[in-house]
């Protein structure tokens, strides 16, 4: 369900290597290197903006778990501080 960022970021390397081994043997011109590179930069963008999206839906639908777990961390670490001190 959640997008993986990973794999997005590896085609994209991928993408880019495949652009620039044409390149250096001259089957297309900088132009189109220009054109595709950004292209899969728009490709990119949008596969980070879904998964921003898709966390931030995730992170609003879990609060009050998220800061429940966060009280009791607090709670945990100012007992384990007043205890040291005494």
Known sequence: MFP???EATKT?????DELDVAYQ??????QEVDTKVAELMAELAQE???ALATLMQWLTSRRDTILGLAM???AIYTWMLTTRLS
Do not use: D, M, N, Q
């Not at 994209?12 to 880019?16: A, E």
């Open 48 to 50: 980070r903006r879904t």
């Open 4 to 6: 993986s960022l990973f």
């Open 72 to 74: 009791v961390v607090i």
């Open 25 to 30: 043997e001259g089957k297309i011109p900088l």
């Open 12 to 16: 994209y390397w991928r993408k880019l």
